[in-house]
């Protein structure tokens, strides 16, 4: 497919760092746009509390430019910060899918962007 794709931005624990390069690979090469974080605090990246605040409020805005969210719930984790998102991306009306079922309404991940594993 050329020229319209499909707008994702991953979320989840950032303790998921190698998943999060692997899901954003997958997604590139099945022709998506993939917006992720910026750094990975729960893997050894060093933030302060307000850097914190204001990097979880900067991915809502990534949130804002996705016509997908897709959730990095390795093991059926989802943190405090991973449920505001999926709350706000809920408020929003977005699509939403998830690397493991974790029995919320999920949607079809096939018919967004195809399995991933």
């Known amino acids: 497919m050329i020229g319209k794709y499909e707008v994702v931005t991953l ?4 303790r998921f760092k190698d998943d999060f390069i692997n899901v954003q690979k997958e ?3 099945k022709g998506c746009i993939v ?3 910026g750094l ?3 893997s050894g990246d060093v933030i302060t509390y307000e850097q914190k605040l204001i990097l979880d409020d900067m991915h809502k ?3 804002d430019m996705a016509d997908t969210v897709f959730v990095i719930n390795r093991d059926g984790y989802i943190g405090e910060s991973t449920e505001s998102e999926i709350e706000y991306a809920e ?3 977005k699509s939403i899918a998830y690397l493991e079922s974790c029995g919320r309404d999920e949607g079809d991940e096939d018919a967004i962007i195809g399995h991933i594993n």
């Open 11 to 14: 979320c989840g624990s950032t």
């Open 27 to 29: 997604l590139t090469l």
């Open 35 to 37: 917006i992720s974080v």
């Open 40 to 42: 990975f605090g729960h």
């Open 61 to 63: 805005r990534k949130i």
């Open 91 to 93: 408020s929003l009306g």
